[in-house]
């Protein structure tokens, strides 16, 4: 059985840090890509940082330059970099496990879906 868990969320000041970190079992890590996406409330959910199994990365606009989306096959988890963190950053983040990637657009088909770990932005 698949089982996608995230942490490092948490309250952090505008301009702050915080590094997510996403661990998965049960997958055979190496053959699939990992994503990171985020729902703000009354919004939907929006890919924003992908890294393909070969580590090639694709950023939305939102977050290019400020977060690093990083993998690590030795302990099969993934991990999201956040620095100048902003208020409109706050949301729930979750992590996944998705099927193809391409470089315009991230990740493909999702197989995987975490639950989430939240990350608020106090102005």
């Known amino acids: 059985q698949v089982q996608v868990v995230e942490s490092g969320g948490g309250l952090v000041q505008a301009g702050g840090s915080l590094r997510l970190s996403c661990t998965t079992t049960?997958?055979?890590?190496?053959?699939?890509?990992m994503g990171w996406f985020r729902q703000a409330p009354g919004k939907e959910r929006e890919e924003i940082a992908c890294i393909s199994a070969s580590g090639i990365t694709h950023y939305s606009d939102s977050v290019k330059g400020r977060f690093t989306i990083s993998r690590n096959s030795a302990n099969s988890s993934v991990y999201l970099q956040m620095d100048s963190l902003k208020p409109e950053d706050t949301a729930m983040y979750y992590c996944a496990a998705a099927q193809s990637f391409n470089s315009r657009d991230g990740c493909g088909k999702i197989k995987s879906w975490g639950h989430g770990t939240l990350v608020t932005v106090a102005s």
């Open positions: 049960g997958l055979r890590f190496d053959g699939y890509q």
